[in-house]
């Protein structure tokens, strides 16, 4: 069974505006999610991190936000850029459970 | 400083034959943690090292795969009788004690043929 879903395999922005990357969890024991960014043939790369006592963490042009009771969180990116374009992947742990669980990831691609 | 180093990039075998895939981790990281992504799937977890022991060695999918660490820091994952359905990227992390945040190596791309 899949404990963390992005059910969006692909997104496509244009240049400036707004992309929303979207992410599901069913474990109630996650409490710490992760989002990580991976370009071909590189290794995932940790873009931004949020604890469930927190509701938004933002960091430059990239915001996540948790949605506790809805198990839900988003990845806000402003203004895109294409240099954003890549395979974003959420990620959660939860408790003592120092492992991650991962997404399947969405592609983003930015127009420019 | 350095990141996380993973050999061979790249690696094609026969059906059958034994790989070691190779990770070192970023220096003075504790923990290390070894993970596959198969085609179209999420990254999938094997092995956690804590120091030079593995207190779970949960997500290993048979006993054909295993794994060492030693001296706190250098990791092996070896293959036995490789299968077509262990053709994947192996990706290594670690971590310091304190972060939650996992850094990743490059990868290899392993492909039996």
């Known amino acids: 069974d899949q404990q963390v879903k992005q059910n969006s395999p692909s997104l496509s922005v244009q240049e400036g505006r707004i992309s929303i990357l979207n992410c599901d969890y069913t474990?109630?024991?996650?409490?710490?999610f992760l989002w990580y960014k991976k370009y071909p043939a590189e290794g995932p790369t940790f873009l931004i991190s949020i604890s469930s006592i927190k509701d938004k963490n933002e960091d430059g042009r990239f915001t996540v936000f948790l949605n506790k009771s809805a198990k839900h969180l988003s990845l806000h990116i402003v203004p895109s850029q294409p240099g954003d374009s890549a395979v974003y992947f959420c990620?959660?742990?939860?408790?003592?459970?120092?492992?991650?669980?991962f997404g399947k990831g969405t592609l983003l691609t930015v127009n420019p | 400083g350095a990141g996380v180093s993973q050999s061979p990039s790249n690696k094609v075998t026969e059906k059958g034959k034994d790989v070691e895939l190779r990770c070192d981790p970023i220096?003075?990281?504790?923990?290390l943690y070894w993970y596959r992504q198969s085609l179209g799937q999420g990254l999938e977890f094997l092995i956690y090292?804590?120091?030079?022991?593995?207190?779970?060695k949960s997500g290993l999918p048979s006993d054909r795969f295993s794994a060492e660490r030693t001296g706190g820091s250098v990791s092996t994952l070896t293959i036995q009788r490789t299968q077509q359905e262990d053709s994947a990227v192996y990706l290594c992390?670690?971590?310091?004690?304190?972060?939650?945040?996992?850094?990743f190596g490059p990868g290899t791309r392993l492909t039996v043929t």
């Open positions: 990620a959660a742990s939860g408790g003592s459970n120092y492992k991650l669980t």
């Open positions: 090292f804590q120091g030079n022991s593995a207190p779970d």
């Open positions: 992390a670690s971590s310091s004690y304190l972060e939650d945040e996992q850094y």
């Open positions: 474990n109630s024991m996650f409490d710490y």
């Open positions: 220096s003075g990281h504790t923990a």
